[in-house]
């Protein structure tokens, strides 16, 4: 059986330990990547989220503000930037349980990283760190959470305004309606009228006779 020369095996060891090292440094950065790519998405979809609500509501107080506002229209304009808004929260709240699930992912890992430091006071200063760090990151996420809701809490108010607006747009053309009505009542009056007088005019022709 052929011997492996000492120094081949030293020379496979380092390159198992390096490359153990390797993995472990990419596993490490590949969960922050994966936390940095969430927040960034979630970012890109609140501030496109928040300009179509901002443009979406001017532009309906804009066509409610004119003399004589069309209702129908404007109703169906709303609705219309309204369906795209819906869209864009459903991904933002997606976005933001993609955030929520990579970053307790990314403190894992780093957890992970710090219990494996062999020296006792390294690694108890590193799991203080993380510690710290985390708390003040769940901070943040619980207040971004409450404001989640919040924005869910704005559009069942925009959602509602809708159904008022398209209730007001019926009752718009409701009245339409009457006026309509009325416009036919008083031409059927005036045609009823002639009439009249025609049919006087006949008696008068016969009785005459």
């Known amino acids: ?43 890109k979809n609140r501030s496109k989220l928040a300009d179509r609500i901002i443009v979406s509501l001017e532009e309906a107080e804009e066509g409610l503000s004119t003399d004589n ?15 795209v808004i819906q869209k864009r929260y459903d991904k933002l709240k997606s976005d933001f349980e993609e955030v929520g699930e990579s970053s307790t ?48 809490k704005v559009l069942e108010e925009g959602n509602d305004f809708h159904m008022v607006l398209v209730a007001s747009s019926i009752r718009q053309k409701l009245e339409q309606n009457v006026e309509e009505l ?16 025609f049919t006087a005019a006949g008696r008068e022709l016969v009785e005459g006779s």
């Open 1 to 43: 059986m052929k011997r492996i020369p000492i120094y081949g095996c030293l020379l496979l060891i380092v390159f198992a330990f390096s490359s153990c090292r390797w993995r472990t440094t990419k596993d490490a950065l590949k969960h922050g990547e994966v936390l940095k790519s969430s927040i960034e998405s979630f970012e």
């Open 105 to 152: 992912a990314y403190f894992e890992k780093l957890n992970e990283l710090s219990n494996n430091i062999s020296r006792e006071e390294l690694r108890k200063e590193e799991l203080g760190k993380n510690k710290a760090l985390q708390e003040r990151w769940l901070t943040t996420y619980r207040e971004a959470s409450s404001n989640v809701q919040k924005v869910t």
């Open 182 to 197: 009325r416009r036919i009542a008083d031409q059927a009056k005036a045609l009823l009228s002639d009439l009249e007088t």
């Open 69 to 83: 506002p069309d209702l129908p229209n404007v109703s169906k304009d709303f609705e219309k930037e309204w369906t």
